[in-house]
């Protein structure tokens, strides 16, 4: 099942900007943050289980959401911004669908630092505790350093009220967002520490080359999105932010593929 909505997923992806993306930008980023949610809920759910996938929901909701809504307020951590989403529902001033985009391609990127230090499915023990969480965020911002200026500057989807020397956003947007995913994946990683168990019954799941592959591909996909943006709208923007994205994203999908084929230890 998962395989089939990831396929759907690069299908609304190419769909949406070969036609030109019909649906608007508000729509076009629910639909995408809907999908990665869903598929990373199914995918979670056969590592971590119902109740430590909703640990990370509420962790994710939780800090994201009080990050987001002091920036609006104070500026701090991302600087000082407000969004222009009319047409979605909003808590704080900050849409509902950012707090499930958070989750959705957060926890992609959290998967392929594991990916990265080799832990699979190991229980985080020692200095991993620091060190996956210290790579999720990285990995994350990599996604912000390419989708950023598209969504801000180019569609407006929120406005920078000081626009910054990054194609119109703030460097310190890009400390903000490494800030706001360490802390949450930091936390997520502690609790894990103690309260992490794999089930007998999934083990042999999670020691299958085509359960990690997902992860990489879906990442791969999120990255994907930005790089065809020029099909929709070519302007000097959404080529770089497409250039950019092919020497982060795609460099860390690619690694992670190979990691994950070359590993004697998965099936």
Excluded: C
């Amino acid at each position: 099942m998962r395989w089939s909505l990831i396929a759907l997923y690069a299908f609304i992806i190419v769909f949406l900007q070969i036609s030109k993306n019909p649906v608007g930008g508000e729509i076009e980023a629910s639909v995408y943050a809907f999908v990665v949610f869903v598929i990373a809920g199914l995918h979670g759910r056969e590592r971590y289980g119902l109740k430590n996938m909703a640990i990370f929901f509420l962790v994710t909701w939780a800090i994201s959401l009080f990050f987001e809504a002091l920036s609006i307020h104070t500026g701090i951590p991302f600087g000082h911004y407000h969004y222009n989403m009319q047409s979605l529902i909003s808590l704080f001033g900050v849409p509902l669908i950012v707090i499930f985009a958070y989750f959705g391609t957060g926890y992609f990127f959290w998967m392929l630092s594991h990916v990265f230090t080799g832990q699979f499915s190991k229980k985080l023990q020692g200095k991993w505790i620091f060190v996956v969480p210290l790579i999720a965020a990285f990995i994350l911002v990599m996604w912000d350093l390419g989708m950023d200026p598209i969504f801000s500057t180019v569609l407006s989807l929120w406005v920078w009220e000081s626009p910054g020397p990054y194609f119109g956003v703030p460097i310190m947007n890009f400390v903000g967002w490494f800030v706001t995913g360490f802390i949450f994946y930091q936390l997520f990683a502690l609790y894990l520490s103690r309260y992490d168990r794999i089930r007998p019954q999934k083990v042999k799941t999670l020691a299958s080359k085509p359960y990690w592959l997902e992860a990489a591909v879906v990442y791969g996909l999120i990255g994907f999105t930005i790089i065809i943006t020029p099909i929709a709208i070519y302007n000097d923007i959404t080529v770089s932010m497409a250039l950019v994205t092919v020497f982060t994203m795609i460099f860390v999908a690619i690694i992670s593929l190979i990691a994950i084929i070359n590993n004697n230890n998965l099936r």
